[in-house]
């Protein structure tokens, strides 16, 4: 059976665009040669949630946190932290 002829791989792509609409046209799975295995470790290292908060409330954060030099997020876990 003959191998298909490929296009080769270009070196390096200029643009996210140029990579994508390559391997928009081409199969990752015919350049498997061409791939190498890596491992990764990774940690969670923060989770966000959604809450909802009245719109008086969140006024007041903003007012707070500006005054302390803190964002919002970190104000509010504070003041949830005390309050648990």
Do not use: C
Not at 28 to 54: G, K, P, Q
């Amino acid at each position: 059976m003959d191998k298909k002829q490929m296009d080769p791989t270009p070196e390096n792509f200029n643009t996210y665009e140029e990579a994508a609409e390559f391997w928009d046209t081409h199969d990752t799975t015919e350049y498997l040669d061409e791939f190498r295995t890596v491992e990764v470790i990774s940690s969670l290292r923060a989770r966000h949630f959604e809450v909802e908060i009245a719109e008086d409330v969140i006024k007041a954060l903003q007012v707070k946190a500006k005054q302390q030099g803190v964002t919002i997020s970190h104000l509010a876990s504070n003041l949830l932290r005390q309050q648990l």
